[in-house]
């Protein structure tokens, strides 16, 4: 894993640019601590921070091809990030077809299968990544990002080219990049969704997931080259949950290929223990162990309180898979005042650079990889399960299901995560929050495919389903990536294989949900793995702190911002709705809701003020 950045100008000498590219790339110092590497000719410099998992010695970026093109500079050259996780069966392929290699790595893999077979190198991918190859003969540039959006990739167009980066401070860093809001990223920064391609800094964009963009003389061009497709489901119950098996058979041990320590995330969940207990089979199979990681919090089994989403503390779960499998667990476990420590806080808004959080699951999240970090450089992990099985709750809501928007959206304000009511109305009504986040439904209800004859059921599920992968995913993916590459951790996702997204997606509902449980084909799929109350066990969100004593600490910054005349925020937040919820903290908890609401209004106002943003267009600024 690692950090990609670069600029192309077709009306500057950019071999005389090294200070702002070196500044560029060292930005992502902390996703590629183990090598940096940059490559200047004249309209194109491209950057590299290198994080060494495979082919330890070699592997440097960015990487030239020994072919030479027009003025005896390589033919291509590539920085890249990610893991191309059937890179062993590519090389096989090329080397017959004539290619020669000089390292182990991936990444050569993947710059001679451009060579051999063009753009369309990219159908021929199974991993995660994110890539930018500058081909000489072309005077080109190609961005491409995998297939879910596992990796991320920005890029910010210029008058004469483009900037791009893994992360928003690479290209922030470049002088022609500016820190700029108006209605619409305030839009996207205060609704609980992703919309590809959209980033809360105006003039920048994210490579969509499963797209290209090329950057030419005067153009940018984005094409998708992969997106999910309805197709009749053929195969019976046994057959499916056979197949949903052996694809994950494959998958695992492909994930689990690195020259470095490898370990699994577990928290007792169906997900992570199926992953979990996988590794732990290939690891046995090959002669060795597992360690496995778990996030805790001081007292939370003891004192646990169930609720909507949690049910059940993960910590005795986690540790009966940990005896079934034969793991080496190792509990990490947080304190309120490490997750309000405010260096930690601070750090966590620079992982992320968006006004984007999950409250304290992102800070306990980031403690937590920093602790692996201390052991490996890989984690497994289960996340996409639940978007892939359809464990959520707003699959089988009736309210969700019927709502005319996304449906995390709708359960989330029943529940107290309204981004509305914590600001002035006259504010909301300027944004037109309501009629973004219905356009924003109607063009997402739009891309999702047909299958002719579908029941008005099923095709609700497809929706609902789509929703999930395209809308809610990527911003989960974005926190375990920012969360993990801030240390140095490479998070590997196993669920996000896009062979098994694309085969579950076209399952029925009927039978993804036989046994009348949720996930009930993946739990199938697991039985002969898991000890019998971990496969029963009902889905458990990521855990959350359970302490007053943190909400009303968390209050506080709510109530600075409110208060205080220079915060960014300050002039659109309704004093009455701050004192309402403030009250609430005074005699017990807020709610899990409730808490994100908090957070994110005060991520929102820390992100205004870290990164110097410039409202513009916004009523109520000058």
């Given at each position: 894993m690692?950090?990609?950045?670069?600029?192309?100008?077709?009306?500057?000498d950019?071999?005389?640019?090294s200070?702002?590219v070196?500044?560029?790339t060292d930005?992502l110092?902390?996703?590629?601590?183990?090598?940096?590497?940059?490559?200047?000719d004249?309209?194109v410099a491209?950057?590299?921070?290198r994080l060494?998992?495979?082919?330890?010695?070699?592997?440097?970026?960015?990487?030239r091809?020994?072919?030479?093109?027009?003025?005896?500079l390589?033919?291509?050259v590539?920085?890249?990030?990610?893991e191309?996780?059937n890179f062993?069966?590519?090389?096989?392929?090329l080397?017959?077809?004539g290619?020669?290699?000089?390292?182990?790595?991936?990444?050569?893999?993947?710059?001679r299968?451009?060579?051999?077979?063009?753009?369309?190198?990219?159908?021929r991918?199974?991993g995660?990544?994110?890539?930018?190859?500058?081909?000489?003969?072309r005077?080109?540039?190609?961005?491409?990002?995998d297939?879910l959006?596992v990796?991320?990739?920005?890029?910010?167009?210029t008058?004469?080219?483009?900037?791009?980066?893994s992360?928003?401070?690479?290209?922030?860093?470049?002088?022609?990049?500016?820190a700029?809001?108006?209605p619409?990223?305030?839009?996207?920064?205060?609704l609980?969704?992703?919309?590809?391609?959209r980033?809360?800094?105006?003039?920048?964009?994210?490579?969509?997931?499963?797209?290209?963009?090329r950057?030419g003389?005067?153009?940018?061009?984005e094409?998708?080259?992969?997106?999910?497709?309805?197709r009749?489901?053929?195969?019976?119950?046994?057959?499916?949950?056979?197949?949903?098996r052996e694809?994950?058979d494959?998958?695992?041990?492909?994930?689990?290929?690195?020259d470095?320590?490898?370990?699994s995330?577990l928290s007792?969940g169906?997900?992570s223990s199926t992953i979990?207990?996988?590794?732990?089979?290939?690891?046995?199979?090959?002669?060795?162990?597992?360690?496995t990681?778990?996030?805790?919090?001081?007292?939370?089994?003891?004192?646990f309180?169930?609720?909507?989403?949690?049910?059940?503390?993960?910590g005795p779960?986690?540790?009966?898979?940990?005896e079934?499998?034969?793991?080496?667990?190792?509990?990490?476990?947080?304190?309120?005042?490490?997750?309000?420590?405010?260096?930690v806080?601070r750090s966590?808004?620079?992982?992320w650079?968006?006004p984007?959080?999950f409250?304290?699951?992102?800070?306990?999240?980031?403690l937590?990889?920093?602790?692996?970090?201390?052991?490996?450089?890989?984690?497994?992990?289960?996340?996409?399960?639940?978007?892939?099985?359809g464990?959520?709750?707003?699959?089988?809501?009736?309210a969700a299901r019927?709502?005319?928007?996304?449906?995390?959206l709708?359960?989330?304000a029943?529940?107290?995560?309204?981004?509305?009511?914590?600001f002035h109305?006259?504010?909301?009504d300027?944004?037109?929050?309501?009629?973004?986040?219905a356009d924003?439904?109607?063009?997402?209800?739009a891309?999702?495919p047909?299958?002719?004859?579908?029941s008005?059921?099923?095709?609700?599920?497809?929706?609902?389903?789509h929703?999930?992968?395209?809308r809610?995913?990527p911003?989960?993916?974005?926190?375990?990536?920012?969360m993990?590459?801030?240390?140095g951790l490479?998070?590997?996702?196993?669920f996000?294989?896009h062979?098994?997204?694309?085969?579950?997606?076209?399952?029925?509902?009927?039978?993804?949900?036989?046994?009348?449980?949720?996930k009930?084909?993946?739990r199938?799929?697991?039985?002969d793995?898991?000890p019998?109350?971990v496969l029963?066990?009902?889905?458990?969100?990521y855990?959350?702190?359970?302490?007053?004593?943190?909400?009303?600490a968390?209050?506080?910054?709510?109530?600075?911002a409110?208060?205080?005349?220079?915060?960014p925020l300050n002039?659109?937040?309704?004093?009455?709705?701050v004192?309402?919820?403030?009250a609430?903290?005074?005699g017990?908890?807020?709610?899990?809701?409730e808490?994100i609401?908090?957070?994110s209004?005060?991520?929102?106002?820390d992100?205004l003020?870290?990164?110097?943003?410039?409202?513009?267009?916004v009523?109520?600024?000058n």
């Amino acid at each position: 894993m690692c950090g990609i950045t670069g600029w192309v100008d077709y009306t500057r000498d950019l071999t005389t640019a090294s200070p702002v590219v070196d500044a560029m790339t060292d930005t992502l110092a902390a996703r590629g601590p183990d090598a940096r590497g940059t490559w200047l000719d004249t309209h194109v410099a491209l950057g590299h921070r290198r994080l060494a998992v495979i082919d330890l010695e070699h592997g440097t970026q960015p990487m030239r091809t020994p072919e030479r093109g027009p003025g005896d500079l390589p033919r291509a050259v590539i920085s890249y990030g990610g893991e191309i996780y059937n890179f062993p069966e590519l090389r096989s392929e090329l080397v017959l077809r004539g290619h020669r290699f000089t390292t182990r790595s991936d990444t050569e893999v993947a710059l001679r299968a451009y060579l051999e077979w063009g753009e369309d190198f990219v159908h021929r991918l199974n991993g995660m990544y994110s890539l930018a190859i500058w081909d000489t003969a072309r005077d080109e540039l190609l961005l491409v990002r995998d297939r879910l959006g596992v990796k991320p990739l920005y890029y910010y167009p210029t008058p004469d080219g483009v900037l791009f980066g893994s992360e928003p401070k690479a290209i922030l860093a470049n002088p022609l990049a500016r820190a700029e809001a108006g209605p619409e990223e305030l839009c996207d920064a205060l609704l609980f969704l992703r919309t590809p391609g959209r980033v809360p800094f105006r003039g920048m964009r994210e490579v969509k997931p499963g797209h290209l963009v090329r950057v030419g003389r005067g153009r940018i061009t984005e094409e998708r080259y992969w997106s999910l497709e309805a197709r009749p489901h053929t195969d019976d119950l046994p057959t499916t949950i056979a197949t949903v098996r052996e694809l994950l058979d494959d998958i695992v041990p492909r994930q689990m290929v690195a020259d470095v320590p490898l370990v699994s995330l577990l928290s007792g969940g169906l997900d992570s223990s199926t992953i979990t207990a996988l590794a732990a089979r290939a690891r046995a199979t090959a002669g060795g162990g597992l360690s496995t990681f778990s996030v805790d919090f001081t007292g939370h089994t003891e004192n646990f309180q169930a609720d909507a989403i949690r049910p059940t503390p993960d910590g005795p779960y986690a540790r009966a898979v940990a005896e079934h499998v034969g793991s080496d667990h190792h509990p990490i476990v947080l304190d309120r005042a490490r997750l309000l420590d405010p260096a930690v806080r601070r750090s966590v808004l620079g992982a992320w650079d968006l006004p984007f959080n999950f409250a304290d699951l992102d800070v306990s999240l980031h403690l937590l990889f920093a602790a692996v970090r201390e052991h490996a450089t890989v984690a497994l992990s289960g996340e996409g399960a639940d978007e892939v099985f359809g464990g959520y709750l707003w699959f089988s809501d009736p309210a969700a299901r019927r709502a005319e928007t996304f449906p995390w959206l709708k359960l989330g304000a029943h529940r107290g995560l309204d981004p509305r009511s914590l600001f002035h109305p006259w504010f909301v009504d300027g944004l037109d929050l309501g009629e973004y986040e219905a356009d924003l439904y109607r063009t997402a209800l739009a891309e999702v495919p047909r299958l002719e004859g579908e029941s008005a059921e099923d095709r609700r599920t497809r929706e609902l389903s789509h929703l999930t992968l395209t809308r809610w995913l990527p911003i989960l993916l974005d926190k375990k990536d920012r969360m993990g590459m801030s240390v140095g951790l490479e998070g590997r996702v196993p669920f996000c294989d896009h062979r098994l997204v694309e085969y579950v997606f076209n399952v029925p509902w009927a039978m993804k949900t036989f046994s009348g449980e949720e996930k009930s084909l993946l739990r199938a799929a697991a039985a002969d793995l898991l000890p019998e109350p971990v496969l029963r066990r009902r889905k458990a969100a990521y855990p959350s702190i359970q302490d007053p004593a943190y909400d009303r600490a968390l209050i506080t910054g709510l109530t600075t911002a409110a208060g205080d005349d220079s915060a960014p925020l300050n002039p659109f937040l309704a004093g009455e709705a701050v004192r309402r919820l403030t009250a609430r903290t005074s005699g017990s908890s807020l709610s899990e809701f409730e808490r994100i609401l908090v957070e994110s209004t005060v991520r929102l106002d820390d992100w205004l003020r870290s990164y110097q943003v410039g409202l513009t267009g916004v009523k109520g600024t000058n």
